[in-house]
């Protein structure tokens, strides 16, 4: 089983950046598909962005394409959600999730897929 928290959120006016940071522990980190997703009040918890455990490869939903980057440290055990240009509709709980035994080069999706999760943390875009 993998232990992830999530830290970094916080409030933040439209047009701002912020970075989230989720630490692993339990698990070979430099081995695990990593995820981001976020849950808004009253909606379902959708995919934000992913990265493949070779961190080669990364995917990113149309809602934050080219606003959002997600990048990872295997020394640090540690995975970024680093977001620019935040939108009121960015305002979610966010929450770091894991994959083990996934393909080297494959980002992952779907909820399903991750089997491990952190507990979030609120980014709230607001002027």
């Known amino acids: 089983q993998v232990q992830l928290v999530e830290s970094g959120g916080g409030s933040v006016q439209p047009g701002g950046s912020l970075r989230v940071s989720c630490v692993a522990s339990g698990r070979t980190f430099s081995s695990l598909a990593m995820g981001w997703f976020r849950q808004a009040p009253g909606k379902e918890r959708e995919f934000v962005g992913g990265?493949?455990?070779?961190?080669?490869?990364?995917y990113y939903s149309d809602a934050v394409k080219g606003r959002f980057t997600i990048s990872r440290d295997n020394a640090k055990n540690t995975v970024y959600l680093q977001m620019y240009s935040l939108k009121p509709e960015d305002t979610a709980v966010y929450y770091c999730a894991a994959k083990t035994s996934g393909s080297f080069n494959y980002v992952y999706k779907d909820l399903d897929d991750y089997s491990d999760w952190g507990q979030g943390t609120q980014v709230t875009v607001s002027s």
């Open positions: 990265i493949s455990w070779s961190g080669s490869r990364t």
